[in-house]
């Protein structure tokens, strides 16, 4: 089980580099205004969103659940578990809205301005500042 736990600390790294870089990669897309630089940034978010962002999800939740699955038992009574899985849903959510806004870009009908996209750079941030708290404290 350590395994398991050890490739799931991994790959929620992996996901929130990406969480927090893709968003950051809509501020710099939205700034620009050259066709070079558009294309460019097209790529560079569809291949950070399929091959590092969406994998890394993937396996951060197969094998969190394995985790869950394995010991429910033990979990069962862990209430600071089940907030931190609440906050998992939100940040899926937020995974899989970045997927809309990567199509809105590839389809060059962004809206919004890059400060939208500082800002919405910023939930990550909160969700994980929550799930260590909850995690290494066990607040409840």
């Known amino acids: 089980m350590l395994w398991i736990k050890a490739f799931h600390i991994i790959s ?7 969480l927090f870089y893709l968003p950051r990669l809509f501020v710099y897309h939205a700034m620009s205004q050259d066709k070079v630089s558009l294309e460019r940034f097209k790529v560079m978010e569809r291949k950070l969103y399929r091959g590092i962002m ?3 999800m993937i396996l951060a939740v197969v094998l969190g659940t394995w985790m869950v699955v394995d010991g429910w ?5 862990q ?6 899985l609440v906050l998992v849903v939100p940040l899926i959510a937020y995974h899989f809205y970045c997927g809309h ?3 809105i870009f590839k389809q060059d009908k962004n809206t919004r301005s890059d400060v939208f996209y500082r800002w919405f750079n910023e939930f990550p941030v909160l969700i994980l500042i929550a799930i260590v708290v909850l ?3 066990k607040p409840f």
């Not at 929620?12 to 990406?18: K, L, S, Y």
């Not at 209430?79 to 931190?84: E, I, N, R, T």
Request: proline share 4%.
């Open 54 to 56: 969406t994998p890394s």
């Open 101 to 103: 806004l990567l199509q």
């Open 79 to 84: 209430y600071w578990l089940h907030a931190k």
């Open 135 to 137: 995690v290494v404290v």
């Open 12 to 18: 929620i790294i992996t996901w929130f580099a990406a």
């Open 73 to 77: 038992e033990i979990y069962q009574t």
